[in-house]
C-alpha cells in the first residue's frame, strides 16, 4: 500500500476511462458528526471506493470477531439492504470465509435496531489496516491546519457543542510517541451525562481526558451497584493517573470535581449537623455527669479524602463513610510522598482496597482494632511521568497493574485564550454536578441493583481478552500479564459505570441490569487503546531483571506492530516503519522478533499476515 494512496482519484481515473457511478443517495451521517466535511461524494460512493480499495489491497480489515460483526452493523445501519453486498465484499479476505454465515450475520445486524455503531466504524477499521479516503471524501478523520482546525469542515449544527467538525484529532500517525484516543470512535454512543460533559472538549484528546475524569470521580458516588467478576462482589472504582508534561492541559480534570462537589458538600453539612449536635450534649453532659451518659462523638462524614493524609487518617474517614472514599489529587507527587513516609505509607491498603479487600487498623485513641470489610476508594490522580516513577519505582510494584493510565501529548501551539465562548466552563460544570447529585440521591433510596454482562457478553469478554492478553505478554512478557487482567476487572468496573448512567436516561430501573450493547461495544474500544497507553508507561519504568524481563521490547514496537495491516510485504512494512519515524534496521528487527513470539505469521516468501 502506498503512503498516499486515494481510493476516491482512483475510482474517478477508473470511470473516466468507461466506468460509471451510482446516482448519489442522502447520506446517514448524523449532520452533528465530527467527521461531517463538505460533501463532495454520496456515502454509497465512497463507501464503494473503500471497498474496492480493499478488493484491491486483499486486505482483511476485520481481524478479530468483534470488528466482523461491527462491520455488518456498521452497513446496515447506513445503507439497509444495500450494504449486503458489500459486507461479503469486504469479508472475502477472512481465510474461513464463508458466504452462508456471513448472510446470516447480515440479516441480523439489520433486525437489530439501535446498535449503535455507525458507518463511521467501517472507515476506522480501513485505517487501521492501512486504507483510508483524503481530501474529497465526507466521512474521514480531520486533518489538522497550522490553526488547530480541521480543513473544509463543515460549521457545526449547534453552538453549545465544540465536539464537532472543528473538532481536532489529537493523534498524528505521523509522530511516532502521539498517543491515540478513543473518543473518536465512541461519539454518539455515550449516555447522555457523558455527552453532556464532552460537549465542552477541545479536541478528541480533550474529550478522553474528560471521560475518564469524570467516570473515575463518580466511581465512588454511586451506591447499591455492583457486579460479580471472577466469583466476587465488586464495585464501580476506579483508579486513574493522567501522565502530561506541565501545561499540556491535564488541568483540566479539576472540572470533574464539580461533579461529585454537591456530594461532598452535603456529607459535610451533615457532619456539621451532628457535631452541633454533639457539643450541646457534650456541654451538657460537663454540667451534669452523674446523671447523663457521654455522648458519642459523630463519625467524620466527606467523600474527598486529601492524598497527605497519614494511613491511620485515610482508613478512619473511609471507616467513617461505609468504607466510601475518593482521592482526587492533581499533583500525583503528593501521593507519593505519603507513601515514602512512616506515618502516611497506606500503599498496601491502597492495593487492597482495589480488590476490596479487607484493611485492618489500630486506633491509638481508642485502642480499638478495626476492620474495613469491603473498601470502596477509588483515586484520581495526575502528574508527570516523572511523577509516575515516584508513585510506582518499578514495574513489578502492584500499584501499576491496578491504574488507568492515560499520557497526554504536549503540542508545541499555543490556542487562542479569547476565541472560544465567554460562558464559563466552572458554571458549566456545577449545573452538571446538580444533575448528577440528583441521581445520586435517588441511587442511595433504592435497593440494591446487581449489574452483570449477557451471555453473549461474556463470551466475547473472554475472547478479547484472552486475545489480548497473549499479544501482550509476546511483546512484553509475563509482567506485563498482572495489567492485561485487571483491564479486565476494570473494563468490567467501565461497563458497569455506563450501563448505570443509563438509567439517568430514563432506561427502567430494576434489581437487575444488563449491559447495555451499545456501551459493551464502547468499553472494548476504550479498553484496547488504554491498554496502549499502559504499555507506554510499562515501557519507561525500570524492570526487575529476570529471564522475562531481560528482553523487553520497547512501546514504539507496540505502536508499530498495531500500526501494521492485517497482511503485508515487505515493502509495506518498511512504508509503515518511515511514517513512525522508525530506522529500516530497527523494523527489520521488530518483524524478526514478532515472528519468532507468534505475533506475526511468515506464510509465503515476502508476505506476512497478523493471525487471527
Same mark, same amino acid.
Given at each position: ?123 476506522? +477499521? ?107 462482589? =465488586? ?46 450534649? *457534650? /456541654? ?32 478512619? =474517614? ?68 516523572? *511523577? ?8 513489578? /510494584? ?10 497526554? /501529548? ?6 487562542? =485564550? ?13 449545573? +452538571? ?149 522508525? *530506522? ?29
Amino acid at each position: 500500500m502506498k503512503k498516499e494512496f486515494n481510493p476516491l482519484e482512483w475510482k474517478d481515473k477508473k470511470d473516466s476511462h468507461g466506468g460509471s457511478s451510482e446516482p448519489p443517495i442522502s447520506s446517514h451521517i448524523p449532520a452533528h458528526s465530527p467527521y461531517l466535511t463538505h460533501k463532495t461524494y454520496s456515502l454509497e460512493e465512497e463507501v464503494e471506493a473503500l471497498t474496492s480499495a480493499v478488493e484491491s489491497a486483499s486486505v482483511d480489515i476485520a481481524p478479530s470477531y468483534s470488528d466482523w460483526l461491527s462491520i455488518a452493523f456498521a452497513l446496515s445501519d447506513a445503507l439497509d439492504e444495500g450494504g449486503r453486498s458489500y459486507f461479503h465484499r469486504l469479508s472475502r479476505f477472512y481465510p474461513s470465509y464463508d458466504e452462508r454465515e456471513a448472510d446470516k450475520q447480515f440479516t441480523a445486524c439489520l433486525h437489530s435496531h439501535g446498535s449503535g455503531i455507525t458507518i463511521n466504524t467501517l472507515f476506522h +477499521l480501513a485505517k487501521q489496516s492501512g486504507i483510508t479516503l483524503h481530501n474529497n471524501s465526507s466521512v474521514r478523520y480531520p486533518e489538522i491546519t497550522s490553526r488547530g482546525k480541521s480543513k473544509n469542515s463543515a460549521p457545526s449544527e449547534s453552538s453549545e457543542s465544540s465536539y464537532s467538525s472543528e473538532f481536532p484529532n489529537s493523534y498524528d500517525s505521523h509522530d511516532s510517541e502521539a498517543m491515540p484516543t478513543f473518543s473518536q470512535d465512541i461519539y454518539g454512543l455515550l449516555p447522555d451525562f457523558l455527552t453532556q460533559i464532552i460537549n465542552k472538549a477541545k479536541n478528541y484528546e480533550d474529550a478522553d481526558l474528560l471521560i475518564l475524569g469524570t467516570i473515575t470521580a463518580i466511581s465512588a458516588c454511586l451506591p447499591n451497584i455492583s457486579g460479580i467478576y471472577a466469583e466476587r462482589e =465488586v464495585f464501580p472504582n476506579l483508579f486513574l493517573f493522567v501522565s502530561a508534561q506541565a501545561s499540556a492541559g491535564k488541568g483540566r480534570l479539576t472540572l470533574c470535581r464539580h461533579l461529585i462537589k454537591p456530594i461532598h458538600d452535603n456529607l459535610k453539612r451533615l457532619y456539621s449537623i451532628e457535631m452541633d449536635e454533639y457539643k450541646t450534649l *457534650q /456541654n451538657e453532659y460537663s454540667q451534669d455527669k452523674k446523671n447523663r451518659e457521654p455522648p458519642i462523638e459523630p463519625p467524620i462524614k466527606t467523600l474527598l479524602i486529601p492524598a497527605n493524609s497519614s494511613a491511620t487518617s485515610v482508613y478512619q =474517614v473511609l471507616n467513617d463513610n461505609g468504607g466510601v472514599g475518593l482521592i482526587f489529587e492533581t499533583e500525583g507527587d503528593t501521593l507519593a510522598n505519603s507513601f515514602k513516609s512512616d506515618y502516611g505509607n497506606f500503599s498496601d491498603g491502597f492495593r487492597k482496597a482495589f480488590h476490596h479487600e479487607m484493611i485492618s487498623y489500630t486506633r491509638r485513641k481508642d485502642r480499638e482494632f478495626v476492620e474495613l470489610t469491603k473498601p470502596r476508594l477509588s483515586a484520581l490522580l495526575s502528574g508527570t511521568p516523572h *511523577q509516575i516513577l515516584a508513585l510506582i519505582p518499578d514495574a513489578e /510494584n502492584g500499584l501499576f497493574s491496578r491504574f488507568i493510565f492515560y499520557n497526554m /501529548n504536549l503540542k508545541l501551539e499555543w490556542r487562542d =485564550v479569547f476565541s472560544e465562548s465567554t460562558d464559563c466552563l466552572d458554571d458549566y460544570f456545577i449545573n +452538571l454536578g446538580q444533575q448528577f447529585f440528583q441521581f445520586y440521591q435517588t441511587l442511595q433510596q433504592s435497593q440494591p441493583i446487581r449489574f452483570s454482562l449477557s451471555t453473549n457478553q461474556q463470551q466475547q469478554f473472554n475472547v478479547f481478552f484472552a486475545e489480548i492478553q497473549e499479544q501482550y505478554a509476546n511483546l512484553f512478557g509475563l509482567d506485563i500479564v498482572a495489567s492485561v487482567r485487571r483491564l479486565g476487572l476494570i473494563t468490567f468496573r467501565l461497563a458497569m459505570i455506563l450501563t448505570t448512567l443509563r438509567l439517568m436516561d430514563g432506561k427502567a430501573k430494576s434489581d437487575v441490569i444488563v449491559c447495555d450493547d451499545t456501551d459493551f461495544r464502547t468499553v472494548l474500544i476504550m479498553a484496547r487503546v488504554l491498554l496502549q497507553h499502559t504499555a507506554h508507561v510499562f515501557g519507561t519504568l525500570p524492570a526487575v531483571q529476570s529471564d522475562q524481563t531481560a528482553k523487553r521490547p520497547n512501546a514504539i514496537m507496540q505502536t508499530y506492530f498495531n500500526s501494521l495491516p492485517q497482511e503485508f510485504d515487505r515493502s509495506a512494512y518498511l512504508s509503515v516503519a518511515e511514517r513512525l519515524n522508525i *530506522q529500516p534496521s530497527t523494523a527489520e528487527s521488530y518483524i524478526h522478533r514478532l515472528c519468532a513470539s507468534g505475533q506475526l505469521q511468515h506464510p509465503a516468501y515476502g508476505i506476512y499476515t497478523k493471525p487471527h
